[in-house]
């Protein structure tokens, strides 16, 4: 008796084969603008405070470079308070004064998350009423500094006010300055049923968990076998590193908030954030997965 023939779903198969050289897939809570034939988008949003942690929002840093060893992108330790050999090793070495391009190039990006209520989206109207995990740096975070500077209740249910979150796209790079809070003060419910809206947040856990996070010695050694030295050397600059402003292949548009080295690394004005940055590379990585 002839063995009965699998039935397999070739559609299916074929994706797969098609995207199998895919290293990143995207993060689906995470919000992505749907720009117009101008390269712009502009969109209605309200952000929503965090049921289980103490700020409304949560931030992760991470290394993201390549070298003579290859890429190397991970999570920052110092994200959950622990060491970081990459950081260590910058202020060890004094790049920020000795090497500054090497130190831009290896230095962590600092991304924010918080979860926002679409109200209004033109460009794609099926995320109205949704809730998704907007991921942004430096400047959308200057936009809630000054809104808080200006008694803004960003966060609250019955008297908070909505962003508008204006995108222009240029190349691979997007600017944000255009995006404001705005004065009218607004109640959740006005958007929907409170209770339902909220029950569409999303966790934090992925940001926080120490389980996404490598340990010190695994970090140590992938950061020296990128960067071409042996982990018992002392790190010396790459003569074939890229500069920070090299196109690199896969590169990527994401709200880059760059930077910070926490912890008691070195001077905070040393590994101060940058403000021109809100296109990242990580971020690109994702967007190539998801065009």
Same mark, same amino acid.
């Given at each position: 008796?002839?063995?009965?023939?699998?039935?397999?779903?070739?559609?299916?198969?074929?994706?797969?084969?098609?995207?199998?050289?895919?290293?990143?897939?995207?993060?689906?809570?995470?919000?992505?603008?749907?720009?117009?034939?101008?390269?712009?988008?502009?969109?209605?949003?309200?952000?929503?405070?965090?049921?289980?942690?103490?700020?409304?929002? &949560? !931030?992760?840093?991470?290394?993201?470079?390549?070298? &003579?060893?290859?890429?190397?992108?991970?999570?920052?330790?110092?994200?959950?308070?622990?060491?970081?050999?990459?950081?260590?090793?910058?202020?060890?070495?004094?790049?920020?004064?000795?090497?500054?391009?090497?130190?831009?190039?290896?230095?962590?990006?600092?991304?924010?998350?918080?979860?926002?209520?679409?109200?209004?989206?033109?460009?794609?109207?099926?995320?109205?009423?949704?809730?998704?995990?907007?991921?942004?740096?430096?400047?959308?975070?200057?936009?809630?500094?000054?809104?808080?500077?200006?008694?803004?209740?960003?966060?609250?249910?019955?008297?908070?006010?909505?962003?508008?979150?204006?995108?222009?796209?240029?190349?691979?790079?997007?600017? +944000?300055?255009?995006?404001?809070?705005?004065?009218?003060?607004?109640?959740?419910?006005?958007?929907?049923?409170?209770? !339902?809206?909220? %029950?569409?947040?999303?966790?934090?856990?992925?940001?926080?968990? !120490?389980?996404?996070?490598?340990?010190?010695? %695994?970090?140590?050694?992938?950061?020296?076998?990128?960067?071409?030295?042996?982990?018992?050397? &002392?790190?010396?600059?790459?003569?074939?590193?890229?500069?920070?402003?090299?196109?690199?292949?896969? %590169? !990527?548009? &994401? %709200?880059?908030? *760059?930077?910070?080295?926490?912890? *008691?690394?070195?001077?905070?004005?040393? +590994?101060?954030?940058?403000?021109?940055?809100?296109?990242?590379?990580?971020?690109?990585?994702? *967007?190539?997965?998801? *065009?």
């Amino acid at each position: 008796m002839p063995a009965k023939k699998l039935k397999k779903d070739w559609k299916s198969i074929n994706s797969k084969i098609k995207n199998r050289k895919k290293k990143f897939k995207a993060d689906e809570r995470i919000f992505v603008p749907t720009f117009n034939d101008k390269n712009q988008a502009k969109v209605i949003m309200r952000f929503l405070d965090s049921e289980h942690t103490e700020l409304p929002y &949560v !931030e992760q840093a991470g290394h993201f470079f390549k070298d &003579v060893g290859g890429w190397f992108i991970d999570n920052c330790p110092s994200s959950i308070g622990a060491d970081c050999p990459v950081c260590q090793d910058l202020y060890d070495n004094n790049y920020y004064e000795t090497d500054n391009d090497l130190y831009y190039d290896r230095k962590k990006n600092t991304y924010f998350y918080n979860n926002v209520l679409i109200i209004e989206d033109k460009n794609n109207r099926e995320n109205e009423g949704k809730v998704f995990l907007l991921k942004f740096g430096a400047k959308i975070m200057e936009k809630i500094d000054g809104a808080i500077d200006d008694d803004k209740l960003i966060w609250d249910d019955d008297d908070g006010v909505n962003f508008i979150y204006s995108a222009k796209k240029k190349g691979k790079m997007s600017n +944000y300055d255009a995006s404001y809070f705005s004065d009218a003060v607004t109640a959740l419910e006005e958007y929907g049923n409170v209770d !339902e809206i909220l %029950e569409q947040r999303h966790d934090f856990d992925k940001f926080t968990d !120490e389980s996404e996070y490598k340990s010190e010695d %695994e970090l140590k050694k992938k950061y020296f076998k990128v960067i071409g030295e042996d982990t018992d050397a &002392v790190a010396k600059p790459s003569r074939t590193r890229k500069s920070r402003n090299d196109e690199v292949e896969d %590169e !990527e548009i &994401v %709200e880059d908030t *760059d930077e910070d080295v926490a912890g *008691d690394v070195g001077d905070e004005d040393m +590994y101060s954030e940058s403000d021109d940055d809100d296109d990242s590379f990580f971020d690109d990585l994702e *967007d190539d997965d998801e *065009d």
